[in-house]
DNA sequence: TGAACCCTTACGATGCGTGAGCGTGG
DNA sequence: GCCACGCTCACGCATCGTAAGGGTTC
């Protein structure tokens, strides 16, 4: 005695919406049987194949893909798993970095308190951040890598204000001295403040330096966003003048 | 001499499609000026805004609701940020829900080949696991969690089918031997092996163990499947007599 | 005769993609 | 007159929620 089940009482035994069944039926997923009046009538097979439609629904899969599979091939589910998961790991990581632009905003307002329109440039800013971030990761290496990203856990906002003070007065001194030679001690003293900048962000480790060159080397094909906040330290004849004060010191 | 672009200029110099331009226009979410004969002119005022626009909308923001904070209140988005940040990390939990089921199916069909059906069944299975894991979770203080959770790790499916037996077996000795004196040699043999493999559950844990009392306690509360899943070891009368055995014991 | 269900039809919402058909001149 | 662009409809997609209007009877 195979029991029958009206909608409703079909769709809470299953934890669906009436509607869903409804939905479903249009849609040729799932077709129960039906009484002479029209009634729709599940029975356990119907109980079965609807587990499997939300299971598969619970894995991002579109209804029309869970009909092929349900219809045709259950074989062709294994091909099917694997890219599915790469791309739910993806918008993974999309929402990680939304979540992370959220935390910062948040993090970055509680103190002040400063209203409105600060909010919002502090978040373009962070998700401008991410962006370069992810995209200057290509250059590195994956020691460097995951390196770089712990030093980042514990990176302020006032130690990156640090740096960036430090960098511009560097370079504003490098300017006024272009003049001099190389080798004397005052360009000397400049490229010894140049290395110390550096090795505060490679930490004096190897794959981060050397990623770093790659980064450098290959600029101009930056992003816009990333070639606009680094057009302060564009200044070709500063990087010209501490290549030869290094050189120097090498020799 | 404030330039002003086209939209399809205006649209690569911010990314976005020339027709996510229209959208937004039609939306009034960013209404640019128009030349004599109808054409979009787009300002610098325009990008600025557009760039709030796709930042707000990078934090998952409905476009209506981007609407409502940019032309009313920006300092609404305070008050939206915290929700908003715990409805993402809802949808990551969800994801990785998913992310894990995948990735349990993947590696049980590895070894078998066992093509279609199976294939489905054992997502089922496992994404009704993570159901009851998440359900039961409730009953568990924090460490107990982090605990169990660890266990979960190095947990195979061999070992779980070993775990089942041994319930299995047991239960069906103590139902034999329900006419026997509690306090009997065979009573307390039995429940010596049943501390066992309460205690290859808990480890020993004293959180985990209080956990499982509740989780026990509350068993009518069950959702429906893990009660189907559980029914085999619903015998009332071996849960009276190995209680009785167990108080026997300890006196 | 009424409560409680069931049925079908159809618009709504989300954020654009993708033409179709037609005007501008940057 | 031709090419590159621009403009305004307007349908499509995915998954149901939510009535509206009208039968059936676990």
Not at 7 to 27: I, M, N, S
Not at 58 to 78: A, S
Not at 133 to 144: C, I, Q
Request: with cysteine; aromatic share 8%.
């Amino acid at each position: 005695v195979t029991k029958s089940y009206q909608v409703q009482e079909f769709a809470e035994l299953a934890g669906v919406t009436v509607r869903t069944l409804h939905h479903y039926d249009r849609l040729a997923l799932l077709r129960p049987r039906r009484t002479d009046s029209g009634y729709r009538k599940y029975g356990i097979h119907d109980l079965e194949r609807l587990e499997q439609i939300v299971a598969l629904k619970f894995l991002g899969l579109p209804l029309k893909q869970i009909k092929r599979l349900l219809d045709r091939d259950t074989r062709e589910l294994c091909d099917v798993l694997p890219s599915q998961r790469r791309a739910l790991e993806e918008k993974r990581q999309r929402l990680d970095q939304a979540i992370g632009a959220i935390r910062d905003a948040e993090r970055l307002l509680k103190p002040g308190k400063q209203a409105d329109a600060a909010v919002l440039k502090k978040i373009i800013e962070v998700i401008e951040m991410q962006d370069n971030v992810e995209f200057l990761n290509k250059y590195y290496s994956k020691e460097a890598q995951a390196k770089l990203a712990e030093r980042r856990e514990n990176w302020t906002p006032e130690l990156q204000e640090q740096a960036t003070a430090a960098w511009t007065e560097l370079f504003r001194d490098v300017e006024a001295a272009l003049s001099e030679d190389p080798a004397s001690e005052k360009a000397q003293a400049l490229a010894a403040r140049w290395r110390k900048l550096v090795e505060g962000f490679t930490g004096g480790d190897a794959d981060v330096s050397a990623g770093l060159k790659k980064v450098w080397a290959d600029r101009q094909q930056w992003p816009a966003t990333l070639q606009q906040q680094a057009a302060p330290f564009m200044n070709q004849k500063v990087w010209e003048f501490i290549g030869k004060a290094m050189a120097c010191s090498k020799a």
